[in-house]
């Protein structure tokens, strides 16, 4: 017998479980039978795949239609062309065997066949396939001679049982309602799996459940045998949705309990109270502000100051719009901690949005941000600035202000994070855009607190997260969200030009944007490239590049020499990327602020925090290039003055295809959050919060952040009753192995690097 914790070569023996574990990493009991299958095989059905990635290793179950020989075109020799028909598509595949194969993958029989996906044109096709024949109309679930099993092994072994002497399968191993079809390789097919899960399942011990009763009988979910046994061989269609919901909630459960443990682990730690006093820094500031905040403003500013009054530290996420005016509420929350003695850190996740945070604070602030200076504010407090591009002078400087305590704000990227930099009594760490940072980042900026305090946390992100994630990522975080713009701020109007097949409007977003300036106003050109990889270390351009999976895209360095020698020859035009030395990207930066830019030709580092009011037109190249988040964020560059922003989304793509019309969607709505569910529609999951998330959505196997909103909700309000119940979890040792696992797994990588 076996359990879950028994290693696969004792229970397969090593040459079954060695592919396992050098291709999926698969190496006990319980890593195979968390292999779930990715869907199923109905009994006499085709399966077939909607345009799969090229190069991705499918399995379908199709019917023959033709199988012709043919004589190679390079070389002596023929190869067997198939044409196969899966759910109503016609798919070619082409086998090197053809007089081994001739007389068994022949018209009418059904089969599975699995390989990787190759492009010629507009259809996919397989290469040499590996498969398996189930037999045709004829003889459907008849004993079909075996066939050898292209890419390696014979039939023998689909299951215990299965081959008899003379080498003919018993093919009632597919004769079942459900068969599960399962991610794979050449090397380990989808009936590899099946095989060896079969083979598990038969030895299997019951497992032992680590969900109380009781949870499980409040919300009707089966017991984990049940779920494990019944979600890779279901005999009915309520067997498989009944094994996959408590597996999901498993899923989702998990993730939870490691979400309000570090909730319950917040509210034993200690930090400064900085409750709001009447005659401080912050009334000061309140009392200058040339506009009136508004009334979401107000209300968040009253939840972050609420946090900061309490013994316990705050962990606050900021969600806001695009423009909706973060920065100035996350200002007012630090000039309260100064208040009480304290002092303030910013982070940033680039050199240019540290900078600009500078400014406009330091501008927001006036003669309030002179401390230590003739002529300032009794009340001043003075804001510094540290980078890893500034000057020796210039860092040293910082590092003493920030040790002495005399900047009561210190801005800065991960430099900030360093060892030598330290703090008089740093009470409060605010973090922008926070899926740029990872939870080691963030600790390590806390750490820096005096004594055995904790910092109060406010996390700020202009990127919209839907609610789903927002409970499966950042739950231990209370959220407060700014959806309304600040008074006289219209909406941004956005438009997409299809260059190949309306040149002529190209030339016309070009006038737009020297109409603009005309008129006294600015505009950025993004593209999504700074050029060749070549060009930093020899100098050279080259107008374009052509990418492994799409048209050419246009480079912001050869844009620029466009623009200048051409529509824009007679306008100021400035180029800003992150190539460029601190000191340039600090200039360049500041002259476009000041008005001595009109057009600014970047890349993305303006992506996020970048604030020049007068700017009221962006154009982005290769539109499609970008992701609906990135987009909207882009677009929240302009129209933050009093005149009406314009963005303008220039791509080469046919008008006909998809990502068009993402790009469509992108421009028929300033609603970010309702582009966060079109971003999470489209991407895959684990992208949703940084690019390099992209490979651990592995953590999530069966759960979906679209489809699983009730399982999630459900889960969490689970979580915390059972910390509520029992912080130490002493008397649910289950439910802590649950969350011991997830700490494990690659599912805290999902949830917190980036």
Same mark, same amino acid.
């Given at each position: 017998?076996?359990?879950?914790?028994?290693?696969?070569?004792?229970?397969?023996?090593?040459?079954?479980?060695?592919?396992?574990?050098?291709?999926?990493?698969?190496?006990?009991?319980?890593?195979?039978?968390?292999?779930?299958?990715?869907?199923?095989?109905?009994?006499?059905?085709?399966?077939?795949?909607?345009?799969?990635?090229?190069?991705?290793?499918?399995?379908?179950?199709?019917?023959?239609?033709?199988?012709?020989?043919?004589?190679?075109?390079?070389?002596?020799?023929?190869?067997?062309?198939?044409?196969?028909?899966?759910?109503?598509?016609?798919?070619?595949?082409?086998?090197?065997?053809?007089?081994?194969?001739?007389?068994?993958?022949?018209?009418?029989?059904?089969?599975?066949?699995?390989?990787?996906?190759?492009?010629?044109?507009?259809?996919?096709?397989?290469?040499?396939?590996?498969?398996?024949?189930?037999?045709?109309?004829?003889?459907?679930?008849?004993?079909?001679?075996?066939?050898?099993?292209?890419?390696?092994?014979?039939?023998?072994?689909?299951?215990?049982?299965?081959?008899?002497?003379?080498?003919?399968?018993?093919?009632?191993?597919?004769?079942?309602?459900?068969?599960?079809?399962?991610?794979?390789?050449?090397?380990?097919?989808?009936?590899?799996?099946?095989?060896?899960?079969?083979?598990?399942?038969?030895?299997?011990?019951?497992?032992?459940?680590?969900?109380?009763?009781?949870?499980?009988?409040?919300?009707?979910?089966?017991?984990?045998?049940?779920?494990? $046994?019944?979600?890779? *061989?279901?005999? #009915? =269609?309520?067997?498989? &949705?009944? !094994?996959? +919901?408590?597996?999901?909630?498993?899923? %989702?459960?998990?993730?939870?309990?490691?979400?309000?443990?570090?909730?319950?682990?917040?509210?034993?730690?200690?930090?400064?109270?900085?409750?709001?006093?009447?005659?401080?820094?912050?009334?000061?500031?309140? $009392?200058?502000?040339? *506009?009136?905040? #508004? =009334?979401?403003?107000? &209300?968040? !500013?009253? +939840?972050?100051?609420?946090?900061?009054? %309490?013994?316990?530290?705050?962990?606050?996420?900021?969600?806001?719009?695009?423009?909706?005016?973060?920065?100035?509420?996350?200002?007012?929350?630090?000039?309260?901690?100064?208040?009480?003695?304290?002092?303030?850190?910013?982070?940033?996740?680039?050199?240019?949005?540290?900078?600009?945070?500078?400014?406009?604070?330091?501008?927001?602030?006036?003669?309030?941000?002179?401390?230590?200076?003739?002529?300032?504010?009794?009340?001043?407090?003075?804001?510094?600035?540290?980078?890893?591009?500034?000057?020796?002078?210039?860092?040293?400087?910082?590092?003493?202000?920030?040790?002495?305590?005399?900047?009561?704000?210190?801005?800065?990227?991960?430099?900030?994070?360093?060892?030598?930099?330290?703090?008089?009594?740093?009470?409060?760490?605010?973090?922008?855009?926070?899926?740029?940072?990872?939870?080691?980042?963030?600790?390590?900026?806390?750490?820096?607190?005096?004594?055995?305090?904790?910092?109060?946390?406010?996390?700020?992100?202009?990127?919209?997260?839907?609610?789903?994630?927002?409970?499966?990522?950042?739950?231990?975080?209370?959220?407060?969200?700014?959806?309304?713009?600040?008074?006289?701020?219209?909406?941004?109007?956005?438009?997409?030009?299809?260059?190949?097949?309306?040149?002529?409007?190209?030339?016309?977003?070009?006038?737009?944007?020297?109409?603009?300036?005309?008129?006294?106003?600015?505009?950025?050109?993004?593209?999504?490239?700074?050029?060749?990889?070549?060009?930093?270390?020899?100098?050279?351009?080259?107008?374009?590049?052509?990418?492994?999976?799409?048209?050419?895209?246009?480079?912001?360095?050869?844009?620029?020499?466009?623009?200048?020698?051409?529509?824009?020859?007679?306008?100021?035009?400035?180029?800003?990327?992150?190539?460029?030395?601190?000191?340039?990207?600090?200039?360049?930066?500041?002259?476009?602020?000041?008005?001595?830019?009109?057009?600014?030709?970047?890349?993305?580092?303006?992506?996020?925090?970048?604030?020049?009011?007068?700017?009221?037109?962006?154009?982005?190249?290769?539109?499609?290039?970008?992701?609906?988040?990135?987009?909207?964020?882009?677009?929240?560059?302009?129209?933050?003055?009093?005149?009406?922003?314009?963005?303008?989304?220039?791509?080469?793509?046919?008008?006909?295809?998809?990502?068009?019309?993402?790009?469509?969607?992108?421009?028929?709505?300033?609603?970010?959050?309702?582009?966060?569910?079109?971003?999470?529609?489209?991407?895959?999951?684990?992208?949703?919060?940084?690019?390099?998330?992209?490979?651990?959505?592995?953590?999530?196997?069966?759960?979906?952040?679209?489809?699983?909103?009730?399982?999630?909700?459900?889960?969490?309000?689970?979580?915390?009753?059972?910390?509520?119940?029992?912080?130490?979890?002493?008397?649910?040792?289950?439910?802590?192995?649950?969350?011991?696992?997830?700490?494990?797994?690659?599912?805290?990588?999902?949830?917190?690097?980036?």
């Amino acid at each position: 017998m076996a359990t879950l914790v028994d290693r696969l070569d004792h229970v397969l023996g090593v040459a079954a479980a060695t592919p396992l574990a050098d291709t999926f990493g698969i190496r006990t009991v319980e890593d195979l039978l968390r292999h779930y299958p990715h869907r199923y095989m109905t009994h006499g059905s085709e399966l077939g795949e909607t345009e799969p990635p090229e190069g991705e290793h499918i399995t379908i179950v199709a019917t023959v239609e033709s199988a012709t020989l043919r004589s190679m075109k390079n070389r002596n020799g023929q190869f067997l062309a198939v044409t196969l028909a899966a759910d109503g598509q016609r798919i070619e595949a082409t086998f090197f065997s053809p007089h081994k194969l001739k007389h068994v993958v022949v018209p009418g029989r059904r089969g599975m066949f699995s390989g990787k996906v190759k492009y010629f044109g507009k259809r996919w096709n397989l290469t040499h396939p590996s498969y398996v024949i189930l037999g045709g109309d004829d003889n459907d679930g008849a004993v079909v001679p075996a066939g050898r099993i292209v890419g390696g092994g014979t039939l023998a072994g689909l299951a215990r049982g299965a081959v008899d002497a003379s080498g003919s399968v018993d093919m009632s191993v597919f004769d079942r309602a459900f068969v599960p079809i399962y991610a794979a390789t050449k090397d380990v097919e989808s009936w590899t799996f099946m095989r060896c899960v079969r083979q598990v399942l038969d030895q299997l011990d019951d497992v032992t459940d680590p969900l109380p009763e009781s949870v499980r009988r409040e919300r009707g979910l089966v017991d984990i045998d049940t779920a494990l $046994r019944s979600v890779h *061989f279901p005999n #009915t =269609a309520q067997d498989k &949705d009944s !094994a996959r +919901e408590r597996l999901k909630f498993d899923e %989702a459960l998990a993730v939870q309990l490691v979400l309000a443990d570090r909730r319950r682990d917040a509210s034993t730690r200690v930090a400064a109270r900085c409750p709001p006093i009447t005659d401080g820094i912050a009334v000061e500031f309140d $009392r200058r502000l040339p *506009f009136e905040l #508004t =009334a979401g403003q107000h &209300d968040v !500013a009253a +939840e972050i100051a609420n946090d900061l009054s %309490a013994p316990h530290p705050m962990s606050r996420l900021l969600q806001g719009e695009v423009g909706s005016g973060k920065t100035i509420v996350a200002l007012r929350a630090m000039l309260q901690v100064i208040d009480a003695g304290h002092q303030c850190a910013l982070l940033a996740p680039t050199e240019v949005l540290a900078s600009q945070h500078a400014r406009s604070i330091r501008s927001m602030l006036g003669s309030l941000a002179a401390g230590g200076e003739l002529g300032s504010h009794e009340l001043a407090t003075k804001v510094a600035l540290l980078t890893g591009s500034m000057s020796t002078a210039a860092k040293r400087s910082a590092l003493l202000d920030a040790v002495t305590g005399d900047a009561g704000i210190v801005i800065g990227t991960h430099a900030l994070i360093e060892d030598r930099v330290e703090f008089l009594d740093l009470a409060m760490v605010v973090v922008d855009e926070q899926h740029r940072f990872g939870v080691e980042q963030r600790d390590a900026l806390r750490a820096k607190a005096r004594g055995n305090t904790s910092p109060h946390l406010l996390v700020m992100t202009a990127t919209p997260i839907p609610r789903t994630i927002a409970m499966s990522t950042l739950g231990d975080l209370e959220t407060s969200v700014l959806t309304e713009l600040p008074r006289g701020r219209s909406p941004i109007i956005s438009n997409v030009v299809p260059a190949r097949a309306k040149p002529t409007w190209v030339d016309r977003a070009w006038q737009r944007i020297r109409e603009e300036v005309a008129a006294g106003r600015q505009a950025y050109v993004v593209c999504s490239r700074i050029g060749d990889g070549d060009d930093a270390e020899t100098g050279k351009k080259k107008t374009a590049s052509k990418s492994d999976d799409g048209p050419e895209t246009t480079a912001a360095v050869d844009m620029y020499d466009t623009l200048v020698a051409g529509p824009m020859h007679d306008l100021r035009v400035g180029l800003l990327h992150g190539r460029l030395s601190g000191d340039d990207k600090d200039i360049t930066m500041s002259e476009f602020n000041t008005g001595e830019i009109d057009v600014l030709v970047c890349t993305t580092v303006v992506e996020v925090g970048v604030d020049v009011p007068n700017a009221t037109v962006m154009v982005i190249m290769d539109a499609d290039r970008f992701g609906v988040s990135q987009l909207h964020q882009l677009r929240g560059r302009i129209g933050r003055g009093g005149h009406q922003g314009l963005c303008i989304m220039i791509s080469y793509l046919s008008p006909m295809g998809g990502s068009f019309a993402r790009l469509e969607a992108v421009a028929a709505t300033n609603d970010g959050f309702e582009l966060a569910k079109l971003d999470l529609a489209t991407r895959r999951e684990g992208d949703v919060l940084g690019a390099a998330q992209s490979g651990t959505v592995s953590g999530l196997r069966l759960l979906s952040f679209i489809d699983d909103e009730d399982i999630i909700a459900d889960a969490q309000d689970c979580a915390r009753t059972l910390f509520a119940r029992d912080p130490s979890l002493a008397n649910d040792p289950g439910i802590a192995s649950m969350m011991r696992s997830a700490w494990r797994s690659d599912r805290v990588d999902y949830l917190q690097k980036s």
